[in-house]
Structure formats: C-alpha cells, structure tokens
C-alpha cells in the first residue's frame, strides 16, 4: 500500500499502529501480554493447546471448533502452560458459559487435563488422535535410531581399523546401494506409513531393513495395528476390543526378558495409553480431533511470518485479537 500510494512504509506503518488501528485505546492493552479472553466465542466443542509466539515462549490457547479458524474462533489466550495459572484467567468467563462446553479436545499433558477438570466440568475430553498415535510411532523410531547409533559406532570402528591397518576403507552395502548406517536413517519415512503408501524404492529398502532388523519388523507391525485401532474402529465398543488386543500384543513381545529392552519405549507408550484410555475411547464416534488448534496455531505462525518475526508481542497480540477474537 505504501509503495502504490509513494508513501514511507515505516511512516505509514507508524500511523497505522499509533492513530488508525485503534492499538492506543484498545482495552485489553495492559494486560494482552499475559492474558486475552472472549467469552462470547466459546461453543459447544472446543480445542485447547499450547504453542510458542516468539523466543520459544508458550501460551495456551482456547479455541471455538465452530468457527473454523475464522473471526470468533479465539476464546482465550494466556500465557505459560502451568495449570494453576491458566486455571485462574479461565475463571474469570462466566460458569454459565463454560457449563455449556460439551466436549473438550486436548492433547495428552496432565496440566491440560487439570485446566479441563476445573473449568470446563460439564465437557468430555477427547485426547488428540494424532498426538496419541505419535506417541506410538516416535516408540518406533526411537528402536531405529538406536540401532542406527550402533551402527554409526560400528563404522567408525571398522573405518579406525582400516587407518591401522593403513587400507582403504569401503563400507559394506545392500543390494540397493545403502550401508546400514544410510538404511536405518533413510528408514525412517517408510515406518510412518502402511504398506499400500510405499513406493518401489520404499519396499526395497524395508524389505531389507526388517530382514536385518527383525524387531524393527515388529515393532512396525505394532504401530500399524495401532493406527488400524483409530481407522477401522466404528463404536466404543468395537475401540476397546482393539484396543485391548493390541495391549495383549504388546504383553506377548515382552513375555522374554531379553527382548523387553528393545520394546522398552512401546511398553512406556501403553503404559501412558493405558492411563489415558477412557479420553481416547471418547474419541469415538464423533471421531473429535485437535485439528482445528493445530490449524490455528499454523496459522498463528504464518501471521507471525508474514510480519517478520515478532517484535511489538502487544501489537502482534491485538492484530491476532482483531482477525481471530
């Protein structure tokens, strides 16, 4: 606008901020840094997460799914993720207006769990598909990446042995051309995906991977059944069926003592699945997700880009308030 109208841009940027905006006069103004709340947005289904403004500090934020990541999707944002606090701002909208929340979706966090408990009594919680099945697939690549230090160590062995030896060092490789330390790494994408989503390359590489990782075989075969717990799950009950025959799995790979520390981080994840297996079983059947937090905190991010990073948090906090508030 500046350049078509031949004006300063920072002058202009000036005058926005300072006369046409309304910055000066907004009334949230001394304390939009720690805390903003819009009563009127809140909804029957709502999200709520954490995600950084700038310099990595977190706020929690409160979101209306209804809205659809437009005008009146923002219900509060607040500063830090310690329960007692973000509690405390919580309070301050109406009970009336937060007994007629009905569902609530977060991720797994304990604080988030209190935050819901004692604001929102009336709401369902829903833990997050997606940050569950995470929690199952990062089990799986932390089987990969410990092997794939293994094998940085045993080629930088093997390389320390050829200097001694004073030959050259040529690493052994597959018959796709990777060396064990290149097939764990280029592993890594294929064991997010089911088999139908592998391409060639994809199917040669795992073919070889589970053939020299045989517990990478497994634990891949465990985070499949898992995901086919959320795709072909229709009620509660049918969930909890799968649910409890993927637990009866994961028992059988550990019946061995010395194969309960290579499955170490699975039982972690079905540990914590476990204590929180009442919220995903709520996940069923309106199939509630996060995906709408995790769209606006994209969002809140790409605004962040487009401006060029943060500097005025308070200006930043009003313009966010203005689109989404």
């Not at 797994?108 to 569950?132: G, L, Q, T, Y």
Request: charged fraction near 30%.
């Amino acid at each position: 606008m500046a350049k078509e109208n031949r004006l300063n841009h920072k002058t202009l940027q000036k005058q926005y901020k300072e006369y046409l905006s309304g910055f000066r006069d907004w009334i949230h103004l001394e304390h939009c840094e720690d805390w903003l709340l819009f009563p009127k947005n809140i909804g029957l289904h709502l999200s709520i997460d954490e995600t950084s403004l700038s310099n990595g500090e977190l706020y929690t934020i409160v979101t209306n799914k209804a809205a659809k990541g437009k005008k009146g999707s923002l219900i509060a944002i607040i500063k830090g993720a310690k329960a007692s606090v973000v509690s405390e701002i919580l309070m301050k909208i109406p009970m009336k207006e937060r007994l007629k929340v009905e569902i609530i979706t977060l991720d797994m966090a304990n604080s988030m769990d209190w935050i819901v408990r004692e604001c929102f009594p009336n709401a369902k919680k829903v833990n997050d598909r997606f940050h569950v099945q995470k929690l199952v697939s990062d089990a799986l690549q932390e089987m990969r990446v410990k092997e794939r230090w293994k094998a940085i160590d045993e080629q930088s062995q093997e390389m320390e042995m050829s200097k001694k030896a004073g030959i050259p060092y040529h690493p052994f490789t597959y018959a796709n051309g990777d060396t064990k330390k290149q097939l764990l790494a280029r592993g890594r994408y294929l064991l997010f995906k089911p088999k139908s989503k592998w391409i060639d390359s994809q199917k040669r590489r795992a073919a070889i991977l589970f053939d020299e990782f045989p517990q990478l075989k497994e634990g891949y075969r465990l985070s499949m059944m898992f995901r086919s717990f959320y795709e072909y799950s229709k009620t509660q009950i049918e969930a909890k069926k799968r649910l409890d025959q993927w637990h009866k799995k994961m028992e059988e790979k550990t019946k061995d003592k010395s194969r309960r520390e290579a499955f170490k981080s699975f039982t972690t994840a079905a540990h914590s699945i476990k204590g929180h297996e009442g919220w995903i079983l709520n996940y069923f059947p309106e199939r509630s997700t996060n995906a709408s937090a995790e769209s606006f905190n994209a969002k809140l991010k790409g605004f962040r880009a487009l401006v060029r990073g943060v500097t005025d948090k308070k200006f930043f906090l009003f313009r966010i308030a203005k689109i989404y508030g």
